[in-house]
């Protein structure tokens, strides 16, 4: 199934700047079948709705797994039935 989806990382007890932190979640992003486009305060991803749960875990572990202590998502999801949801569809 098609998604679109918002997705925040927000690495806390990292420091002040958590840059070294976002910049690997961009990469692990990057490294799957996704349209990824990166803002201010999260990032678009249009993919699978499995490939892209998939990747929030694969965040989390690898994250985790380079000493991240606490991390916490918000996500934003959309599927539909009508048609393909698509990130060029939301653009103004």
């Known amino acids: ?9 927000v690495p806390i007890g990292s420091g002040v700047s958590v840059r070294a932190e976002i910049r690997r979640v ?10 990824v ?8 991803i249009e993919g699978e709705l499995a490939e892209i749960l998939a ?10 797994q380079q000493g991240t202590v606490r991390l916490v998502s918000y996500l934003k999801l959309e599927t539909r039935t009508d048609k393909a949801p698509t990130l060029a569809g939301k653009r103004l």
């Open 1 to 9: 199934m098609k998604a679109t989806a918002e997705l925040q990382v």
């Open 26 to 35: 961009i990469e692990i992003l990057q490294a799957h079948d996704f349209i």
């Open 55 to 64: 990747a929030i875990e694969e965040i989390h572990t690898r994250l985790h």
């Open 37 to 44: 486009e990166p803002h201010a305060s999260g990032t678009n």
